[in-house]
């Protein structure tokens, strides 16, 4: 195989990298959606939070609650409407072939986790910032409100903006190389 490399300029703007990441045996097992109308962000931040409610006080352990303390998260989600972008990622488990078959898409976790990898690299390089978020029993009313097909299912939803001049965030620190790299 011959492979070519080709530039990319830091203008390109974020859709450009959609779809770049590897993929198990090049199945592309994802779908991007960028919500920008507000009555759909709306739409998202009430489910978002009646299930959060429902997820932290019933359905998450009092240990994982106990361990969310310190970054202060709760079932109230501002930055759901106030964000200029959503970006929600969805993992398409299958598709079908053009003969009707159905197509399986190996590996379909990891290869969505580098793509996911590879648009909160480029946000941040496009001087923008996201959280990455993970809405726990969101997918089924969110896939029906944006009309994705059963075959998909919602990974990641990332609000996508500037950081408000307010924002804070924790101080955190990060495990030193020798403790993450080993050599042989
Ligand atoms: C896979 C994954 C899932 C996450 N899910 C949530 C979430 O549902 N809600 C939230 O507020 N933050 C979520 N976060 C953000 C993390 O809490 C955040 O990255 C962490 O507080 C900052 O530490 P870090 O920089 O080491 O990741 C998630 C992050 C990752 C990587």
Redesign the pocket.
């Known amino acids: 195989m011959t492979l070519k490399f080709v530039r990319h300029h830091r203008e390109s703007n974020i859709p450009t990298i959609f779809g770049t990441a590897p993929s198990g045996a090049h199945t592309e097992p994802w779908t991007f959606v960028v919500v920008r109308d507000a009555s759909t962000k709306a739409a998202i931040r009430d489910i978002v939070e009646e299930e959060e409610e429902l997820n932290y006080s019933q359905r998450m352990s009092r240990q994982w609650v106990a361990d969310l303390k310190p970054?202060a998260?709760r079932h109230i989600k501002p930055y759901l409407t106030e964000a200029p972008a959503l970006l929600l990622v969805f993992r398409q488990t299958h598709s079908m072939r053009e003969d009707g078959k159905k197509k399986m898409h190996y590996y379909s976790e990891i290869s969505v986790a580098i793509a996911a990898g590879f648009i909160l690299a480029a946000i941040q390089y496009c001087g923008l910032v996201a959280?990455?978020?993970?809405?726990l029993n969101c997918n089924s009313r969110i896939r029906a409100l944006l009309r994705r097909p059963p075959s998909e299912r919602l990974e990641l939803l990332l609000p996508v903006g500037r950081p408000h001049p307010e924002a804070t965030v924790?101080d955190?620190h990060r495990k030193p190389l020798q403790d993450i790299m080993v050599m042989i």
Do not use: Q
């Open positions: 970054f998260t959280l990455t978020s993970t809405p924790p955190l």
